[in-house]
C-alpha cells in the first residue's frame, strides 16, 4: 500500500512537502504526530491525526504518537485566539496513561514488529533541560525574522488574540521543532505529521534539522476536518465528543455519526474508517439509490463506534435507537442501563412522582393525569387505551385503570409512557 495515495483518495492530504512520496516508497519510515495530553481522553477532533498513525502503520511504517507532555505545559498558538490553560506533571501523566488507552485501539504497539508503534512524551526530554541550553542549541539557529512570517504568529499579532502572544508561545514553535530534531536524531524520524494548522510548527523543524546537523526531513498534513455546511466537526450542544464512555456514552457517540449528513457521511467514511475504497464506493452507490435507507451513516457509525468502544456496545446502541425509533420489545428496553435510559428519553417529556404514590399500587388513568400529566384528561386516556394507543414501558396497556406499583419501575425508578407511536414521557420516581 502506498500510503500517500491512500492519504490522498480518502481525502487526508492537504500538503506535502516534495521528496515525501519518493521517501515512503523508498524504505520503512519512523514518522511521529503530536497529540495534546490536556485532557484524559481524545475526542473526535483528534481522530483524523489518530487514522493517520493507523494507516501509516498498515502501509508497513514506524508510527511515533508523541504525548506533548512539555508542550502542554505551554500552548501552542496555531489556529487558537486564547491561550491554553497549563497542566501540572501529575495530571499530564494521568492523561498520558489514559491517552495510551485509547490509542491502543488503533495501532500494535504489542507485536515486537519492525513497525511497532511507540509511545513518546516530549517531557522525557525536555525536563532538564536549561534555559541557557536551549537558547544555545536551537535558538541559534532559526531567527526572530523566520519565527515572525508564520501564518499562526502573525495572526496573534495582528490583534486576532485579546492579549496578544505570549513570550511562552512565541516559543512554542521551537519546542516542537526540538521534538522533530530529538527523534530524528535518537529513532531516525524523518516525517512529522498533523492537521494543517501545523505546517508552520511542522517546517521549523525541518528547518532547524537542517541547520543543526544536515539531515533532510519531510512534512505532510491532513485537512481540518468541518462540516458541509462549515461548521466546527466534532462539537455538539453539549460540548465534544470524546472516545471515553465516561463522557460521552456509546450510545451518544454512535448516533452522532448516524446522523451526519449524506455529504458529510461520504466524506467521514474515507476518513475515520479503515474501509477499502471499492467497498465505499460501493455504500456511496447504494446511499445514491436509495438515500432514505441512509447505508453510509448505518456503516459509519458501526465501524466507527466498534472501532472506539467495542462490538457489543455498538449493538447495545443499536438496540437502544430502535426503542426510539423502531419497534423494540419490553425485554429491550428493559436492558438498557440507566445512563443510556436517558440518553435515549434526553428530550422527552419528563414528569417527577413521589415513590409514596405506587407504594400501595396506583390506577393507571390516576397516576398519568393527575400525577403526570401525560393526558388531558381521563376521558381522553380511556379513549386511547381502548383503541390500543398506550403503551407503559413498551407493553400495551390493557386497561386505563390497570393498577402500577414500584414492580414495574425500569432500574427501579422510571416509567416509560408511550401515546401514539411517537410521543414519549418519562416519569421519574424519586
Known sequence: MNFVEELRWRGMLHDIMPGTEELLAKEQVTAYLGIDPTADSLHIGHLCGVMMLRHLQRCGHKPLALIGGATGMIGDPSGKSLERNLLDEKTLIHNQEAIKKQLDKFLDFESGASNCAELVNNYDWMKNFTFLDFVRDVGKHITVNYMMAKESVKKRLNGEARDGL????????????????????????????????????????????????????????????????????????????????????????????????????????????????????????????????????????????????????????????????????SEALKKLDEDTLLAVFEGVPQFEVSRDVLTDGVKAVDLFVDNAAVFASKGEMRKLVQGGGVSLNKEKLEAFDQVITVADLLDEKYLLVQRGKKNYYLLIVK
Request: proline share 3%; with cysteine.
Open 166 to 329: 505570549s513570550f511562552t508561545e512565541f516559543t512554542y514553535q521551537l519546542l516542537q521543532a526540538y521534538d522533530y530534531l530529538h527523534l530524528n536524531t535518537t529513532s531516525g524520524c524523518k516525517l512529522q505529521m498533523g492537521g494543517s494548522d501545523q505546517w508552520g510548527n511542522i517546517t521549523t523543524g525541518s528547518e532547524l534539522i537542517r541547520r543543526t546537523n544536515g539531515n533532510e526531513v519531510f512534512g505532510l498534513v491532513c485537512p481540518l476536518i468541518t462540516k458541509a455546511d462549515g461548521g466546527k466537526f466534532g462539537k455538539t450542544e453539549s460540548g465534544n465528543v470524546w472516545l471515553d464512555s465516561r463522557y460521552t456514552s456509546p450510545y451518544k457517540f454512535y448516533q452522532f455519526w448516524l446522523n451526519v449528513s449524506d455529504a458529510d457521511a461520504a466524506r467521514y467514511i474515507k476518513i475515520f474508517t479503515s474501509l477499502p475504497k471499492e467497498e465505499i464506493d460501493a455504500l456511496v452507490a447504494e446511499q445514491e439509490a436509495a438515500p432514505h435507507l441512509r447505508p453510509l451513516q448505518k456503516r459509519l457509525a458501526q465501524e466507527v463506534t466498534i472501532m472506539v468502544h467495542s462490538e457489543e456496545d455498538y449493538y447495545a446502541a443499536v438496540d437502544a435507537s430502535n426503542i426510539l425509533f423502531g419497534n423494540a420489545t
